[in-house]
């Protein structure tokens, strides 16, 4: 597994509560501790030894502050919660993506079964972690059936897009096969 993947997935869904969300929402301030968070996570997943994967680390958390700034500025009062959060995730992806091309080194413990393990637990506990928070979005609420479905669909899609490129772009896909 890739573990820049599982970092994005603890630090925007499992660590990240309502009163962060709101936070962020109304203060700068509460985007750099987001960032901050994502930051320590991906230097707790990856452990570097050396001072190109700090920044790669920097690049990708300043990064995510941006996106988040700018999914916020553009959401304000908006109804279309759902698009404006897949763009969000997407443009997420797509940074992970990009600097998984820069990483040279992924500690061994991703490739073995304990890491596979251990990404198959995060990725249960932040979809759940997730699903109730996005479920229970004051600002953006879900009001019938069909609303909690689509925006279910959409979290399973987005958890996807982050499992699948983080086998792919991992040196354990290969002995899966």
């Not at 994005?8 to 309502?18: E, Y």
């Not at 479905?149 to 896909?173: G, W």
Request: proline residues 3%.
């Amino acid at each position: 597994m890739n573990p820049l993947f599982l970092a994005h997935l603890i630090a925007d869904f499992l660590l990240q509560p309502k009163w962060l969300v709101e936070w962020k929402e109304k203060n700068r301030g509460g985007i750099v501790i987001h960032a901050a968070i994502h930051a320590l996570i991906m230097v707790a997943v990856l452990i570097p030894r050396r001072f190109d994967l700090f920044t790669v680390v920097a690049a990708i958390a300043l990064l995510h502050g941006f996106i988040d700034f700018l999914k916020i500025r553009y959401q304000a009062n908006k109804k279309n919660f759902e698009l404006f959060f897949l763009a969000d995730q997407l443009a997420h992806l797509a940074v992970m993506i990009a600097a998984s091309f820069f990483l040279s080194y992924i500690p061994a413990f991703w490739t073995q079964e304990a890491g596979r393990l251990v990404f198959v637990i995060f990725l249960i506990f932040s979809f759940g972690v997730a699903w109730w928070n996005l479920s229970h979005l004051e600002k953006f609420p879900l009001k019938t059936f069909a609303e909690r479905l689509s925006r279910f669909a959409l979290l399973v899609a987005i958890f996807a897009l982050f499992t699948i490129p983080s086998l792919l772009l991992s040196s354990s896909f290969c002995s899966w096969l």
